[in-house]
């Protein structure tokens, strides 16, 4: 039996994603369900594979199933491909098996050619219509499948216009058309060295080339990257009749959502042009109306595409993103698939879909990918700051959330200067799929034309990113890099703030606040605790990182640096002394006056978390960085020291290191200076004693970094336990306390057993795990990992997502050896992998007990444990 690679859309279901794509799947889905959907036929992602292995060629029995379904589709419709009496006309578009929106390529009115054109016209009594398909077909055709710039054929289009004084593509005539088909065509030659091609046939083979191409293309494999996707799933193809929004006033297309996915809301929501095709609506080209102005122009098709949303929502349990189109008054779906939401929306719609009883808990929490709620902790600007600044104009609120940045006119140079470390926002007339790279490095998006399902919108939401769509008013010249609000101009030196909730365009810097979770996200929120088993705790250093936290859920502090402490203006100066001193009692002086500094800190953090547990990390920097470099710094500190500058100078160039991230830090520092680590031990456990008086029965745990060797961490954990004891004979009192180490050197992982024998927890520092197992410096990397990710050296940065094969080994072999020796051992995990959640299910699967991150990522790794938990006792 032949191998089959082609699908009528009356052969399958929503259930053959991996096959037919999809959008292919969901075609299928739609034509069992009885909803009206023009006929076609999908060519299988298996095709696709093979189209590669093929050398980029369609092969002989692959062209066999394609004839004998387009023979289906003629009789389906009563047409022929090629006719000139009544000519079949198809549109060719991709399908992958997870939803890329806008990431590959699409072909409509194939078929056309200078016979077919004709005959279309006399068969719909509609010349412009038929002319205004063609010129469409050779645009998309020549882009699409001959990799030919639109904007030569765009170019033509606009002078014609202004040939003609005439503003839209709709005013143009019929015989303006013809002219613009016959330009086109010579363009095409002109380009191509070729007349366009009039054999159907040949367009289509060469189209459903194009799109298995297209899988390949730069930004389709950028999207895959950003969004975890499998590069082997490879793209359908759905061959469809077409249906035309673009014969006169009672036709039209739109792209419309069950629910809002900006907001949650549980109301149609979407935009529509009045003869058009939908490449005009989700181009951005038109400014389309709003859904449900249809009611006003078309009610009984407002009415049929109200039911057949609320229907196919029932069906998924899911929001749907809908393409239709009306041709003369009767309506067509062409894809339904699960939309895309904001993190706000997506929280808003579980809740209220488990409330109607549509979903259930579990699925609630699985159905959202946590790194989508980072689109929801995403700041605002203040009330105060709104109250007193005006809004220089306004555009459509297309994705939430607050962005301030100078301006940049292209992706190239919004990327170029946020690797810089500039905060740019990207303003453009409208945005395309190449412009990718640019909207992931803006801090937002900001068009003068599309609506709210632009692909600026869609994108922009996709990623949580903030963006202001449509903003009518304002004048873009990408060329001359201008942006004109009325009579002001501004360029790429100036700042612009945009508020993706309300649409609004601010000049100048807006001071933004930590966004404000309550309602339906709190809600939400207790579901992911209910199925939750690992607990999640913060990295934080003072007060207001701890309030944040504890706003955010925290359950206790993972890592409480100290040397940050250090830091602080009323404190540098005696720190800089006590690594100058030339003696222990001068440098005991020192850190006598730095006690008393260091146990508030504590006592303030322990006195905010409760009884929650917090990890104090005894001090752990390259001593360099204390010191001075000004001038004026290093003359006060002589001064004090009664010494000379130059003696400063000296000492400043004795700590200078030529690798400090390997040198004199962590508890080697501890060792040199064990009154250092004794000041530290003494200020927490008499914080805690503080805490204990006042009824907060604290545990403090004392973690030691940087050990690579059970001998050298025994030394550090006596002289600390040693301190601790007298400061019980000095108090008259003792309090249960814990101490443990960071695993943060590969040595540590593999001696794991006998460090355990001597300590409470570990805690993996995976920041210095990772740089220390894979050699590189996380601090210069910056400057070649970039061009590893590019030429797929590398799948992932290892510093932003846990490499599992090599840094996830020493993870569980410290594990095994480390409670293997100790049972009760607590493991944890600290660095800033500890936020993100694929890492955050590997290491629950591990076994570790908690993981700590920053706290704007805790919602990020709560959501993440639950979803862990769910999958393996759903597994088991």
């Known amino acids: 039996m032949a191998y089959k690679y082609v699908y009528g859309f009356n052969e399958g279901n929503k259930d053959m994603r991996a096959l037919l794509g999809g959008k292919g799947a969901n075609l299928a889905e739609m034509t069992t369900l009885g909803i009206r959907v023009p006929y076609g036929f999908t060519v299988t992602t298996e095709a696709c594979t093979r189209f590669f292995d093929e050398d980029r060629k369609l092969w002989d029995e692959l062209n066999k199933e394609i004839s004998n379904h387009i023979k289906i589709l003629e009789e389906e419709n009563g047409k022929t491909f090629g006719s000139t009496d009544d000519p079949l006309l198809v549109s060719v578009r991709s399908g992958a098996p997870i939803s890329m929106p806008g990431m590959m390529d699409t072909i409509l009115n194939l078929g056309l050619n200078d016979d077919a054109v004709i005959g279309l016209a006399k068969k719909t009594d ?19 499948a001959m990799e030919l710039n639109k904007n030569n054929f765009e170019n033509l289009l606009t002078a014609k216009k202004n040939d003609r004084g005439v503003e839209l593509d709709t005013d143009l005539t019929a015989e303006d058309l013809k002219e613009l088909v016959e330009e086109y065509k010579d363009k095409y030659k002109e380009l191509k060295g070729e007349d366009f091609p009039q054999d159907p046939r040949k367009q289509l083979d060469l189209a459903v080339a194009a799109v298995f191409r297209s899988w390949g293309n730069e930004r389709a494999v950028l999207y895959r990257k950003l969004n975890d996707i499998d590069d082997t799933m490879g793209t359908a193809v759905n061959v469809q009749t077409m249906v035309f929004g673009n014969m006169g006033d009672t036709s039209g297309t739109g792209v419309a959502f069950s629910r809002n996915p900006a907001t949650g809301e549980n109301k149609l929501f979407g935009e529509f042009l009045l003869n058009a095709q939908g490449e005009d609506v989700v181009a951005g080209v038109r400014t389309p109306q709003e859904i449900h102005t249809l009611k006003n122009s ?51 719609i579980a809740v209220n879909m488990v409330d109607e009883g549509l979903i259930d808990k579990k699925e609630a929490v699985l159905r959202i ?8 902790l995403h700041p605002t600007f203040t009330k105060e700051e709104l109250d007193n600044n005006e809004a220089a104009t306004k555009g459509l609120a297309a994705s939430p959330g607050a962005a301030v940045g100078k301006i940049a006119f292209s992706a190239k140079d919004a990327a170029l200067r946020a690797d810089s470390g500039e905060s740019v926002i990207l303003v453009r007339e409208e945005t395309s799929p190449e412009d990718l790279e640019g909207m992931v490095k803006a801090k937002g998006i900001l068009t ?10 869609v994108v922009a939401r996709g990623m949580g990113k903030c963006c202001v769509s449509g903003a009518s008013e304002i004048h873009v010249d990408e060329d001359e890099e201008t942006l004109r609000i009325g009579k002001e101009v501004y360029g790429k030196d100036d700042t612009i703030s945009i508020d993706g909730s309300t649409g609004a365009i601010y000049i100048g810097n807006l001071e933004t606040q930590s966004p404000q979770l309550e309602g339906n996200f709190g809600e939400f929120m207790s579901w992911v605790d209910e199925f939750r088993d690992m607990k999640i705790r913060t990295n934080a250093d003072t007060p207001r990182d701890v309030k944040q936290a504890l706003e955010f859920g925290a359950e206790g502090i993972g890592l409480c640096r100290t040397e940050h402490m250090f830091f602080k203006e009323d404190r540098i100066f005696q720190v800089r002394k006590m690594i100058l001193a030339s003696d222990v009692k001068t440098r005991k002086q020192a850190l006598d006056k730095i006690l008393p500094m260091q146990e508030d800190d504590f006592y303030q953090i322990y006195s905010l978390m409760g009884e929650r547990p917090v990890t104090v990390r005894l001090l ?3 001593l360099h960085e204390f010191l001075p470099r000004e001038e004026e710094a290093i003359r006060d500190l002589a001064l ?25 830090r962590g508890l080697r520092l501890g060792i040199a200076y064990p009154e250092i680590s004794r000041m530290q031990a003494r200020a927490i456990i008499q914080a805690a004693i503080h805490c204990h008086e006042d009824g907060n029965k604290v545990i403090p745990e004392i973690m030691i970094p940087l050990s690579s060797d059970v001998k050298e961490l025994k030394y550090v954990i006596d002289e600390v336990n040693d301190e601790i004891k007298k400061v019980f004979e000095e108090k008259n009192t003792e309090i249960k306390y814990l101490v443990g180490t960071m695993i943060e050197i590969p040595r540590a992982a593999i001696t794991a057993d006998e460090i355990a024998e001597i300590t409470d927890f570990f805690s993996f520092g995976t920041n210095d795990l990772t740089q220390m197992t894979f050699g590189l410096s996380r601090d210069d990397a910056g400057k070649f990992l970039p061009l590893y990710l590019d030429k ?8 932003q997502v846990l490499d599992q094969k090599g840094v996830g080994f020493l993870i569980e072999t410290a594990v095994e050896k480390g409670r293997a020796a100790k049972s009760d051992l607590h493991l944890g995990i600290c660095g800033e992998h500890g936020g993100e959640p694929n ?33 393996k006792k759903d597994n088991k």
Do not use: W
Request: proline share 6%.
């Open 792 to 799: 797929d050296l590398f799948e992932k940065d290892p510093f």
């Open 298 to 348: 078309m009610p009984e098709v407002f009415d049929e595409f109200a039911k057949t949303a609320k229907k196919l929502e029932d069906h998924y349990h899911d929001v749907q993103d809908m393409e239709f189109t009306i041709q003369e008054g009767k309506l067509f779906l062409l894809q339904t698939r699960n939309g895309k939401r904001t993190a706000q929306a997506a929280v808003e």
């Open 126 to 144: 509609n010349e412009r219509f038929a002319y205004d398909s063609y010129r469409r077909f050779i645009q998309m055709f020549a882009d699409v």
């Open 448 to 457: 003068a034309r599309g609506g709210m399902t632009s692909h600026a919108a």
């Open 369 to 376: 990918n946590p790194k989508d709620l980072d689109g929801l």
């Open 640 to 664: 004090d020291l009664s010494i000379e500058p130059a003696r400063i100078h000296e000492r400043i160039e004795e700590l200078e290191e030529v690798n400090p991230m390997l040198g004199f």
């Open 620 to 622: 752990d920097p390259p």
């Open 839 to 871: 890492t955050v299910k590997y290491l629950y699967n591990v076994g570790l007990d908690y993981t700590s991150c920053s706290p704007f990522r805790i919602p990020i790794a709560k959501l993440a444990a639950a979803q862990a938990s769910i999958e």
